[in-house]
């Protein structure tokens, strides 16, 4: 096991990985409490103090509205993140059941989930979802919905291959020797001995899911105004940048610059330590 | 030579077909789905009577079983009916053909601007292992990687248009006092090219810098990354060092042997980057008030005008089947396995 330690020792081999880890646990804090801490109501607008710049009373300055830009930019890191942490646990889910399944039993339901997946992947991630919040209607759920389908023929591929690649594997053939059914061959000794490659693919991807409801959000899909949100932060603050107000763009934009940065190179990172081959 | 690689060729087209049947019905799928009644998405205006919704019904043999429908609907695509916007009460099909033109040509100054920076780039950074540069270019791929292509757009916006003042407008795709010239091709640099007007086209060019180097910003990361790293598999390669012992210049060396071999994994992940683009386009296009098929899109599907929207699924979607079955032929043309088996 994984001793204190060893742990050490990961994280000085490893140092910017474990920047990254400890940022996203100081973001998922900040998401947590931040609604109850900001110093001004993210909602709340007022018109004698419209676009201000950044100063001591607005840390980030305020908006079109006299919005608090440092208040919303906290709050929005909660549905962000949220939406992003259900989505991709859904879609790992889904997708590594039925990866391996398929991936363990093969023949006429392997060949044609595959084709499925061939299917799902033919049309670019952004524009599926798209079509799929289309389908679903403009709400929240539809992006959560939406964001976990489009990744799901990750998950499927990789866990499909892995479980190719260890079916035959000496420790199957004893579990299935004790008597265990196929259900249990798969989800208690093959899907826990494939999993860290899907680690990597979950911190990856909630990088990516993240920029995928800032983009749709700021295309007028999914979480509407005045919701604080990243991307509709963004999109708010695109006709301020032509005049010169910076910041009610710079520091949403920033905040999503750091969160999927974040997780990227935590998703880079626990792949180089479980497998220093393609280390980068 | 030649027989392989018909072979491969073939064999890539016939393993296409199963996906791009797959498309099909998934877009007939999506007309279904789509709230609201599929006979409106063919209506010629949003107050078509009651008599116009009964015949396209009957036109679309919406009352007869789906898998009818079904060879109806590849009926109508095979003749070019995408259905009628409602917003823009033209057809969808001279809709796209009036649009696609700007998207193409956006798209292909954001991918050369990508290739032009990140191919030299992972190169040189794959020769120079370990060096600054080879660190910096690490640094601005992880940062690219994370980067909103809308957000770089804007900074790009605030420094070049607002700050330094040396961008153009960034909105649309001529400057708003100009009359746009008559489309030929519709492709305005194509166009101006044609008619030999220099400004025009020096304008038009300019219109184009901000949107295609914010769109080029996400591709940077991947193709960077992917160039070093199999340029850096090939100088490692037994190939190369026996090149090296033979007495030849390093630059032939790298030139002649390593590059070759190192283009094949870079060509699959540009496949990869172009659908992406598809995706990117829409923001952009969005954001620079860019008069392309994403922006329509996008503004058909806000304003519940869904004939256009599953138009473009289907497009992009046969469009990226298209570039991938290229991008396979390509490699298998490049690789230089096939040669060797004559």
Known sequence: MISIANIRFILRRNFVTGIAAVLIVVLMIVALIGPYVVPHDPLTTNLREVLRPPSSAFWFGTDHLGRDIFSRVIVAARLDFAIAIVAVSLSAAVGVSIGAFCGYVGGRIDRAMSRIVDVMMAFPLFVAAMALVAV??????????????????????LMRAEINARREAGYVEAAIINGNNTRQVIFQFLIPNSMPPVVVQISLNLGWAILN???????????????????????????MMVSGQWWVVVFPGLALVLAVFCFSLLGDGIRDIMDPRRRS | ??????????????????????VLVVTFVLIRALPGDPAIHYATSPNAGPEEIEQIRRQF?????????????????????????????QTVLSDFATRLPATIE???????????????????????????????????????????????????????YFKLGVASEPIGRWPSMIIPPAPITGFATIDTLMTGDWELFRMAVAKMIMPAASMAIFAIAPLLRMMRGSMIDALDSDYVLAARAFGLSRIRVILRYALPNAMLPVLATMGMVLSTMLGANIMIEKLFSWPGIGAYAVNSLIAV???PV??????????????????????AAVDPRYKLKR
């Open chain 2, 61 to 89: 043999g919406l009352d007869r079983s789906v898998i009818e429908q079904f060879v109806i609907y590849l009926r109508e695509l095979f003749r070019g009916n995408f259905g009628n916007s409602m917003v823009t009460g």
């Open chain 2, 1 to 22: 030579m030649r027989t392989s690689l018909l072979k491969v060729i073939l064999l890539r087209l016939w393993s296409a077909i199963p996906v791009l049947f797959g």
């Open chain 1, 136 to 157: 679903f209607g403009n709400s929240v759920e539809s992006i959560v919905l939406a964001t976990a389908i489009i990744n799901l023929p990750f998950y499927f591929r």
């Open chain 2, 305 to 307: 005008d869904y004939a």
């Open chain 1, 213 to 239: 409801t800032a983009g749709l959000a700021f295309i007028g899909l999914g979480v509407a105004p005045p919701t604080p949100e990243w991307g509709i932060m963004i999109q708010e603050g695109a006709a």
């Open chain 2, 310 to 331: 599953q138009a473009f699924v289907l497009i992009v979607a046969s469009l990226f089947v298209a570039m991938t079955l290229v991008i396979d032929i390509l490699s």
């Open chain 2, 106 to 160: 956006l798209a292909m100054m954001a991918f050369f601007f990508a290739i032009v920076l990140s191919l030299p780039a992972g190169i040189m950074a794959a020769i120079w292992r370990n060096s600054w540069f080879d660190q910096l270019c690490r640094v601005v791929s992880s940062v690219a990687a994370a980067m909103p292509v809308f957000f770089f757009g804007l900074l790009l916006v605030y420094v070049f």
